[in-house]
C-alpha cells in the first residue's frame, strides 16, 4: 500500500544512500540492452516522487518510471551482504485472510533466490531491489511529460503551493461528466495526486464527511475544511512513517492506534466508541468510516 506519503518516504531513503553512486550493474529482465549499457557506469541523478508514482533519473539520460500499486515495494541491502548471501527478503504474507495475522508462509533467506524480484541495482555499496513490480518503466525521454503523470492533479506534498483553486477546477469538470462520491474523487489522481486509500478514509473521518456524500452536496464549509486538512494529513504520514493517529501517553504504535478508521472495521471509533464500518460495495475501493462521526 504506497501513498503519497510513504512513495515520499521510500524515494527519500533511495536518494539518500545513492544519489550520486555510481551504478555497478543493473538486473531487470529483458531490459533493452541499449538502456541496460548506457545505466551501467553512469550514477543515479535524482529520483523524485509524483504523486504516487517515483522517476529515476540517471546522469546518462535514462529515466525510470515506478509505479507500486498494491504490491510493489523496494529495499535497500548492504553490498557485501548482498554478495555473502545474507540480504533477507521482506516475509511473504499469507492470503490476506487475515490482514493484520502478516502470517509467512515461507521464509527466502537470500534475497537473490527470490521469485518477487523485479529489479536489482548495484552499486559499490548499496544494492537496491524492487519486489513485484507491477510498474517498471525505463525510458530516454522524461516520463512526467508523458501520461499518467502529466495530467497529475496537484500534489501537496511535493509542490510548494497546494493548488485548492485547481483542485476545484478539476473536481467540477470531473463531476459534470458523472456526479462523483467524495470518496471517489480523492482517489481520483487527475483531480488530486498522492491520495489512495488509506488517506482517504482518514480525510474523510477527521473532517466529519461522510464518505458517500456527492460533491455537489458538501457545503463551503466541508470543501474548506477538507481542503485545510488534506495537506496537514499527507504532511502528518510523511512525517510519521506512515501513521495518522497522534499517539495517546503510552500508547503503543500497533496497527490498531496507527490510524483513526483505516482497517478497523468493527473497533470502537476513538471518538464516539460507534463500531466502525467498511464498506464495500457503494464505493470503487473499500472504505472506513464512522457512521456516528460522519453523518
Ligand atoms: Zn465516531
Redesign the pocket.
Known sequence: MSEGPEVKIIADKISYLLKGKEIEDIIFKNLDSHIKNKIIGSELEYIKPFGKNLVFKFSSGIFLRNHMMMWGKWRIYDRSKYDKGLAIPPPRRSKLKNLHSLSTIKKEKDVRNDSRVRLTIITKEAVLIEFNGPILQFSTDNPTEKEPIKSLGPDCLNQQIFDKEEIKKRLLIHSKQKELLISDALLNQKIIAGIGNKYKSEILFICKINPFKQISQLDSIQQNHLFKEIPKLLKYGYENAGRTRPLLTGEQNSWNTRHWVFRRAGRE??????KIISEKKLTARSTFW?P???Q
Request: glycine residues 0%; charged residues 10%; proline residues 0%.
Open positions: 471509533c476513538w471518538i464516539c466508541k460507534t464512522c456516528y462521526c460522519q
